[in-house]
């Protein structure tokens, strides 16, 4: 069965643009103008991704992103203008799990698509230990689940992958372009800044003071480390 892209755009012209260069490449496309009815398709069709543009009239692609958020940790690319930094970084902020810029080719898109239907994926992980724990941190790779001090915390797509290389390889030091090329893909090797949100975001999901981390702590010059031992079972 072919992945379902919803793509979410008010301009008609990019809509069939875009669904044409999907379905070349075999997806399942579906199409809608505004962030209201993008909520609603997610809904009822349950796409397995969600292509979604910023600027739209009745419901724009952050509130739409917003409630989607509230019931679905699906993956979502936002779609924003060219040299427009602060919409990519509120995207990231409000939980998408990538960006791609206006105006962009059929390669990238594609590119993009497939990179992140490829870390949710790999994000269902099954590995020896059920239960990893580091602190008030407990993962449960079976179902996929994570608690801080037994509360559940509900992780996008991306941010649960970027959390289980943490997570294997507890102790360790792992630099920028370690963490972009495992998680994002080895296209993402330079994009830093999608990283430090994304890492931003863990840390206010996890850490009891976002500003003094425990479980993900910056190693000036190095990278990034969750540290100590960690426990399993």
């Given amino acids: 069965m072919p992945e379902k892209i919803l793509v979410v755009d008010d301009e008609p012209r990019f809509l069939r643009l875009v669904e044409a260069n999907l379905s070349a490449e075999g997806f399942e496309v579906l199409t ?5 009815e993008a909520v609603q398709q997610v809904v009822d069709a349950k796409p397995d991704l969600v292509l979604l ?18 019931f679905s940790m699906l993956p979502v690319i936002m779609l924003t203008a060219k040299g427009e930094e602060p919409d990519r970084v ?27 239907l490829r870390r949710a994926a790999l994000g269902d992980y099954r590995g ?34 970027l959390l289980l290389q943490f997570a294997h390889h507890a102790g360790k ?14 296209e993402y ?28 702590v910056t190693r000036s010059g190095m990278g990034y480390t969750m540290p100590g031992e960690a426990g399993g079972r």
Avoid at 55 to 60: E, G, L, N, T
Avoid at 90 to 116: C, H, M, T, W
């Fill in 173 to 186: 030091t792992l630099t920028a372009e370690e963490l972009l090329r495992s998680v994002w893909g080895e």
């Fill in 90 to 116: 509120e995207g990231l902020n409000r939980g998408a799990d990538d960006y791609i810029v206006k105006p962009f080719s059929a390669q990238e898109l594609v590119a993009r698509v497939r990179a992140v």
């Fill in 32 to 36: 809608c103008a505004n962030g209201q």
């Fill in 128 to 161: 020896e230990v059920s239960v990893f724990r580091h602190g008030d941190l407990e993962i449960d790779f079976a179902s996929a689940e994570v608690r801080v001090d037994d509360k559940p915390v509900y992780l996008s797509a991306t941010e649960y992958r």
């Fill in 53 to 70: 543009d910023v600027m739209m009239p009745v419901m724009d692609g952050f509130s739409a992103l917003d409630r989607i958020r509230e």
């Fill in 189 to 216: 090797g330079e994009d830093k800044e999608i990283l430090w949100v994304c890492i931003s975001r863990l840390r206010q999901k996890l850490e009891e003071n976002p500003k003094r981390p425990l479980h993900i």
